[in-house]
């Protein structure tokens, strides 16, 4: 079966500190995976997807950058975080090239202080 | 531009049915889907339409009208654990196959 790990769970960096958020895909191949941020209150945000290796998709324009190193494997990195970038993220799979669902990690709670 | 609207919070008491609307404006359509999500944790997949018409899974109900831009979920026999927060979400040809959420409707089930 299909599984996505997405650490840590929480995560508090002080402004200005870079950030790596990772994301693999177990059980499957070719995934198209994504980052979504979701601030209090309010819906889940599309910030990038990927198709494959190295095919990254920005959707919003911003002070965070995305990464496919390998197939199954997505990154969400800043080099200096602001407050403003302060929210829960969330990595999600689908199945290549299908219209169905998309399963998500659990998760991360960044707080930037 | 896309844009996709729900209310912003319902309330209802146990054993009750309600049902949470969706309306949306997109750039093509490959399918409506809904998500449940607690606090603090990951969306949840409850349904999926891609024709017009009902999709049923036990208490919960799905409905689309393409023509119409619109969608409900329908959930019955509510239960104090149903309280969550409700996402529609669309597949639109924008984005690769990305999800396009609204931004949820927060339902809280009181006894």
């Known amino acids: 079966s299909q599984t996505i790990h997405q650490w840590p769970a929480t995560l508090v960096q002080p402004v200005g500190s870079p950030l790596s958020l990772e994301c693999t895909v177990e059980?499957?191949?070719?995934?198209?995976l994504y980052w979504y941020r979701q601030a209090a209150g309010r819906g889940l945000q599309l910030l990038f997807y990927?198709?494959?290796?190295?095919?990254i998709s920005s959707e919003v324009p911003q002070n965070l950058s995305a990464s496919r190193p390998q197939d199954r494997q997505f990154i969400l990195s800043s080099k200096k975080l602001l407050l403003s970038d302060s929210s829960f993220y969330l990595c999600?799979?689908?199945?290549?090239?299908?219209?169905?669902?998309?399963?998500f990690g659990q998760g991360t709670r960044l707080t930037v202080v | 531009g896309q844009n996709i609207d729900q209310p912003t919070e319902m309330t209802a008491t146990e054993g009750a049915i309600v049902q949470i609307n969706c309306t949306y404006q997109?750039?093509?359509?490959?399918?409506l889907f809904w998500y449940q999500q607690h606090a603090g944790e990951a969306p949840t997949f409850l349904s999926y339409?891609?024709?017009?018409g009902l999709e049923e899974k036990g208490r919960f109900s799905s409905f689309l009208s393409r023509s119409k831009g619109y969608s409900y979920l329908l959930l019955k026999e509510l239960q104090m654990k149903d309280s969550a927060s409700y996402l529609c979400?669309?597949?639109?040809?924008?984005?690769?196959?990305?999800?396009?959420f609204g931004k949820g409707t927060t339902l809280s089930v009181s006894s």
């Open positions: 339409n891609v024709l017009d």
């Open positions: 059980g499957t191949s070719n995934p198209n």
């Open positions: 990927s198709v494959g290796i190295g095919q």
């Open positions: 979400a669309v597949k639109a040809n924008q984005a690769g196959t990305a999800l396009i």
């Open positions: 997109t750039s093509g359509f490959n399918g």
């Open positions: 999600a799979w689908s199945v290549w090239g299908s219209s169905t669902e998309a399963f």
